[in-house]
């Protein structure tokens, strides 16, 4: 999640507010019996609806065998997982881009949404929230692997890269430096596969998808009671018009995810990567993927909604049409990042 250029997708909020908001506040999620997703402005009828799940005591709570980790077993494994050290920078990326979905503003009223985002978008209530989500999602006995994973020669190494990527600035010209050097040696195709297997396993494109989603549907929430009726989008409108957009941009997204990992990991040998995707692959990693991205995206979700919510009371929407309003940032080549 790290990992991902945010720029395509400001872009796109940006557009999508230009177009309209939702109508309706509430919205309602649920999951068929085949896997499918579905956001709605209406609670699921009872055809559409999973059937409840049966009554289940604690020890059910996770898979067989496995007990509830506490939180000084979280906390341990967001420090040496690295993500820790990561959330500064991620935290700092989260109000850079709430604020570029607003649109640009006049100095007084930016220098109060910076407050607002400041007050409600903090590294350490990010943290708290991801590690309460987790402990929500929690199997002990996959926390312990993934522990070992990480504490493992290789896991720590590759820790280390990713950790210093996320604190680094002024990187640009020396990624772009490396795409030349790709586009005339490009990488061999053994390489390329494992960085398409670690980018699906790991699911970074989508949770950096998700991220942004969550912010453009708070700040959506948020104006649109402020909006001309003619403007507005139910709920399930704007759904439909996310999932469109996430269907035209994500192969441009996941190959920007892959210029950044092969930037990344450019010095971490075949075999030393090959461990790491057969960890993201497994049990326990896949676990930790999806514990750490729902609760991250969960996490954003929450804070948007709180900082958006003061931010029209702050500062009106119709005063966010400053220099131009929702004007839609061109989408980026695929190297810029």
């Known amino acids: 999640m790290t990992r991902i250029t945010r720029t395509l997708l400001i872009a796109l909020g940006a557009g999508l507010l230009a177009g309209g908001t939702p109508a309706d506040a509430a919205t309602y999620r649920w999951v068929d019996d085949n896997g499918v997703v579905t956001y709605s402005d209406r609670p699921p009828q009872p055809r559409e609806a999973p059937p409840a799940p049966a009554a289940a005591s604690a020890a059910d709570a996770t898979a067989p ?187 441009q997204v996941r190959r920007l995810s892959f210029v950044m990992m092969l930037f990344i990991y450019r010095d971490v040998s075949d075999a030393d990567l090959a461990r790491y995707v057969a960890f993201a692959e497994s049990e326990p990693g896949q676990w930790y993927v999806s514990a750490v991205s729902g609760a991250f995206v969960d996490a954003v979700g929450g804070i948007a909604r709180g900082a958006a919510t003061d931010l029209v009371r702050a500062v009106p929407p119709e005063r966010w049409q400053q220099g131009g309003g929702f004007k839609k940032p061109a989408l980026p080549k695929e190297t810029a990042l």
Not at 110 to 126: N, S
Request: aromatic share 4%; proline share 3%; glycine share 6%.
């Open 65 to 251: 065998g496995a007990v509830a980790a506490d939180r000084a077993t979280i906390d341990e494994l967001l420090d040496v997982s690295g993500l820790k050290r990561q959330l500064a920078p991620i935290t700092t990326r989260i109000r850079s881009e709430f604020h570029a979905q607003h649109g640009q503003l006049a100095a007084r009223d930016l220098a109060r949404a910076e407050q607002i985002t400041a007050r409600h978008v903090r590294t350490e209530t990010v943290y708290g929230l991801i590690a309460e989500g987790i402990g929500k999602r929690s199997d002990a006995a996959k926390l312990a692997a993934a522990l070992a994973w990480y504490r493992s020669p290789v896991g720590r190494r590759i820790t280390e890269l990713e950790v210093a990527f996320s604190r680094s600035s002024g990187t640009e010209r020396e990624i772009e430096r490396y795409v030349g050097r790709l586009q005339q040696s490009p990488p061999a195709r053994e390489r390329l596969a494992l960085v398409q297997r670690l980018d699906a396993a790991g699911r970074a494109t989508e949770t950096s998808l998700d991220v942004s989603m969550a912010i453009i549907r708070s700040l959506a929430s948020a104006v649109d009671p402020y909006l001309p009726a003619e403007r507005r989008l139910s709920r399930s409108q704007l759904e439909s018009r996310i999932r469109q957009v996430r269907a035209q941009v994500f192969e």
